[in-house]
């Protein structure tokens, strides 16, 4: 890894449930580390909301956290890299301020414009890497252009949620490949904007902010920002990616075949690859990397570690989930009696619903929380299965997988998903630090430059979760019930994409 002297680098990821930040030096020790917690906002069934200056005050906090920690690295800072929670609909006006609320990656509303899109649209699937899903940014700017044109017509430029922090720090505006394609309106294979679904969308190509990759610099830091946090002016801040790309930066998966599973507030199955290859008809995403000349598929979930965090909240142990993981691990190999369908917030690979939603089935009268615990990890694993059989159907087979996001903390979770998938996955030293430590490695290359594989490799494996015979074969007889829970289910889901 290049380096041009003792600086350090901060990492910042905008995530639904928190901002995090880590500063890291020259040989990626982390010297401290912040999380701010955010809300969401649901004003109707299926929507899914952020104000976006809630993003900025959480930056801010998260700088002072980690200035309090560490306060002469903090000093150092010569860069800082970005990532973010993707597929937000965010309006800036000619003033450079929010239109309203950021409507989020798990909201549902828009599901008659995706319709609408994907039949208007000529190759949307095989251009823009995936057909129109509801949680998109494009489909919900035409929701947008339809029930609130009022609010639309304002609308100066679209940003995506690290790029309104990344305004914030240098008054630039930009985004990267991998944010732009996952608000559905790259061209993926050409790496530049697709003007009919643009056109289609009710935008200008002009209101569309100019394309970075993820690891070239995208300003620097304003005078005010930096005198107010004790930084020096004008220091790099990178372009940076959506959360998915970032994180596979912050594991090295930036060559081809690379795979892992990130278990955050939703999941995602991610493999880069070294050319686009799309494969719509699987509704498997494939997208642009944060990174030049890569591009990534993905199975994306909507419901991952958050399913356990509502589950914890349900009982009344949302400060215990450490202790509910015990209670599941202490039930032993044997699987929950209840299945679990994790479509809380809807679903995206490999369904494409948005009006999915959660179910218990098996409930007793011996029904216990453990069992609870132990069927919501199952579920998600069982949601994992479908996303790896979406990606094989697409031609993507990987021999094995690291894991990163806060559920990867839980080796309970990892020896279920292990099993139920049939596939080792590798714990990776610091892997549970995620997007905010990918950031902080494109800050390094967007300041020193320097060739992307050299800058990102893969950490130490800490340790290897293979999968477990006894658990597979039950996994493997209960997977059929599972399939048949939704598949009768679906039609009885009430629909939650109408406006309110």
């Known amino acids: 890894m290049s380096s041009s002297g003792a600086g350090t680098r901060l990492g910042i990821d905008i995530g639904t449930s928190a901002v995090k930040a880590i500063l890291v030096d020259d040989a990626e020790t982390v010297l401290a580390e912040a999380e701010v917690p955010l809300e969401v906002s649901r004003p109707q069934p299926g929507w899914s909301e952020q104000d976006p200056d809630d993003w900025w005050r959480a930056v801010k906090r998260a700088f002072s956290q980690v200035r309090g920690e560490a306060p002469q690295a903090f000093g150092a800072i010569d860069a800082i890299g970005l990532s973010g929670q993707m597929h937000a609909a965010l309006g800036l006006d000619a003033d450079g301020a929010p239109v309203g609320p950021a409507m989020l990656w798990n909201d549902g509303r828009a599901t008659a414009e995706c319709a609408d899109l994907n039949e208007t649209v000529a190759e949307l ?88 990759e993820g690891s070239t610099a995208a300003g620097g830091l304003r005078r005010g920002v930096a005198t107010a946090h004790g930084l020096t002016q004008g220091i790099v801040v990178a372009t940076g990616g959506g959360d998915a790309a970032v994180g596979a930066v912050g594991i090295g998966a ?87 369908l994790p479509y809380l917030t809807g679903e995206r690979t490999p369904h494409d619903n948005a009006d999915a939603r959660g179910v218990f089935f098996g409930l007793g009268s011996d029904t216990d929380t453990a069992d609870l615990v132990a069927a919501v990890l199952e579920g998600v694993a069982f949601s994992l299965v479908d996303a790896q059989d979406a990606l094989a159907a697409a031609g993507t087979i990987p021999a094995r997988l690291a894991a990163i996001g806060g559920g990867a903390r839980s080796r309970l979770w990892l020896e279920i998903i ?28 967007a300041r020193d430059g320097g060739s992307v594989a050299e800058s990102c490799p893969a950490p130490a494996i800490a340790a290897t979760i293979e999968p477990d015979p006894v658990r597979a074969a039950a996994y493997a007889e209960r997977l059929p019930l599972y399939r048949a829970l939704y598949r009768n289910l679906k039609p009885l889901f009430p629909p939650t994409g109408s406006p309110g």
């Open 125 to 212: 699937g095989l251009k823009a890497g995936v057909p129109a899903m509801p949680g998109f940014t494009a489909p919900k700017l035409l929701w947008l252009a339809r029930h609130d044109p009022e609010r639309f017509a304002r609308i100066r430029t679209i940003v995506l949620a690290k790029d309104y922090v990344r305004m914030k720090l240098t008054g630039e505006i930009a985004t990267d490949m991998s944010d732009a394609a996952g608000a559905l309106l790259l061209d993926e294979a050409r790496r530049a904007y697709f003007p009919a679904l643009v056109e289609a969308c009710g935008l200008d190509l002009d209101q569309l902010p100019p394309l970075k």
């Open 254 to 340: 930036v060559g081809d075949g690379d795979a892992f599973l990130s278990l955050g507030t939703s999941a995602q199955y991610f493999v880069t690859t070294a050319a686009y290859r799309p494969y719509p008809q699987a509704l498997v995403h494939a997208f642009a990397h944060a990174v030049p000349e890569r591009w990534f598929q993905m199975a994306a979930m909507l419901n991952g570690a958050s399913a356990l965090g509502w589950l914890a909240g349900v009982v009344g142990r949302g400060d215990d989930i450490p202790g509910l993981l015990a209670a599941a691990e202490a039930r032993g190999r044997r699987p929950s009696p209840v299945t679990f």
């Open 418 to 445: 292990a099993s139920a998938l049939g596939r080792p996955i590798d714990i990776q030293a610091g892997a549970a630090k995620g997007p905010a430590f990918g950031a902080a490695r494109l800050a390094r290359i």
